[in-house]
């Protein structure tokens, strides 16, 4: 029992770290989402799983009880998706908040791997969602003009 139980704390742990990384970039680039917010999600979706696996063990075999774990990971796909549609916002000809929004969609499933046990693919994720995070803006701005500011251009 205290096995498991520092099983799962560790599980926590670790799934507040691997989003609080990917946030730290987050932040570091100025997004209203970032550090804080991504932890969050991860530990969010993370005990989530983790309920879904060890809450209803006790119920399992009861007639009538239908314990199915992957309602619970449908339902945070459904509650994150319903978090990031608020953070895209349409503005001046260009879309606002829809990478803010994928971000949090990956620390979401992030956090989920780690409350499956799925602790290699949960940080192989968090280190290629920081690569292509950090990354691709650059890649971006140099191979299709993107973030090039239009007074930019002018000097």
């Known amino acids: 029992m205290l096995f498991h139980n520092l099983e799962i704390v560790f599980q926590l742990f670790l799934a507040g770290l691997l989003g609080g990384l990917v946030g730290i970039e987050r932040e570091y680039k100025g997004k209203e989402a970032g550090f804080r917010t991504y932890t969050l999600v991860s530990l969010g979706a993370a005990l989530f799983s983790i309920i879904s696996t060890e809450g209803f063990v006790p119920y399992l075999g009861i007639s009538g ?32 908040g829809l990478t803010t ?39 971006e701005e140099k191979v299709f003009g993107k973030g090039i500011k239009k007074e930019d251009l002018e000097k």
Do not use: M, N
């Open 65 to 96: 009880i239908d314990a199915d774990p992957s309602r619970i990971v449908g339902q945070i796909v459904l509650g994150i998706g319903f978090l990031g549609a608020g953070l895209i916002i349409y503005r001046q000809s260009h879309v606002e």
């Open 101 to 139: 929004a994928a971000g949090l969609w990956v620390t979401a499933a992030i956090g989920t791997a780690i409350g499956f046990h799925l602790y290699f693919p949960a940080t192989f994720v968090t280190f290629l969602t920081i690569l292509i995070l950090a990354g691709l803006g650059k890649v």
